[in-house]
């Protein structure tokens, strides 16, 4: 089955620590998304990369990092410089990068700060 | 500046109605239109999508859309709800102004009246 996995379904942070959140696809797409979701704000893009070894910061990356090693692999890291951590990170995939791309999801992750 | 606006927040409507989400869109050119429906605690799944031709729109889980350019409208429509179709649903537009290369609307939520 071709898809968007991500993982862990939940994930908790203490203060001052980096965490990473894993994005994998299988559907051989050159184009990865990283999405923030908070309630009733819809969805802000953190980054993207539109081929491997290659990102580029989306609307609201302050405090995030990402790397794009390989084509299927997209781990976004949450870094202590980000204040506000809590959010459900939706991870996305497209066959290429371009404004009639349809953009396939992953099942998201959940980020608790204790 | 593209834009796309989901002017009901909340809806609720009994089992066996039919429904109508409402959505509407700046764009210079002939748009790409998405909608997408989100469960609670999952990614988002696509609907369906309009880039050309036949204006009426079929969708998978009995979903359709009708693009009218003249009212700048995509709205989501279904004949019969089921109580399964209670969800988060997002509209979104090809942007290539936008760093992700789509734009989503902020949503509306179903709620599905037994």
């Excluded at chain 1, 299988?26 to 990369?49: E, F, V």
């Excluded at chain 2, 696509?46 to 204006?55: A, W």
Aim: aromatic share 12%; hydrophobic share 30%.
């Amino acid at each position: 089955d071709g898809g968007i996995t991500q993982s862990p379904k939940y994930l908790f942070r203490k203060e001052g620590q980096n965490v990473t959140l894993s994005c994998e696809q299988n559907l051989n797409h050159d184009a990865m998304y990283w999405y923030r979701q908070d309630p009733g704000q819809g969805l802000r893009l953190i980054y993207y990369s539109q081929i491997v070894n290659d990102f580029q910061k989306g609307d609201i990356a302050e405090g995030y990092s990402v790397s794009r090693e390989k084509k299927e692999s997209f781990p976004l890291t949450v870094t202590s410089a980000q204040k506000n951590p809590t959010a459900f990170y939706l991870c996305a995939s497209s066959l290429s990068e371009g404004a009639g791309e349809t953009q396939y999801f992953g099942p998201g992750t959940r980020l608790l700060v204790l | 500046a593209q834009s796309v606006t989901q002017p009901d927040i909340h809806i609720t409507v009994s089992e066996g109605a039919s429904l109508e989400l409402r959505c509407n869109y700046s764009y210079g050119a002939t748009p790409y239109l998405f909608w997408y429906v989100q469960s609670p605690g999952q990614g988002l799944q696509l609907l369906l999508k309009y880039f050309s031709g036949d204006t009426l729109v079929q969708g998978i889980k009995g979903f359709e859309a009708e693009f009218k350019r003249s009212q700048s409208s995509f709205n989501l429509r279904k004949p019969s709800v089921h109580w399964s179709d209670a969800a988060e649903y997002f509209c979104a537009v090809g942007a290539d102004s936008s760093a992700s290369k789509i734009i989503f609307g902020s949503g509306t939520r179903l709620s599905i009246r037994p």
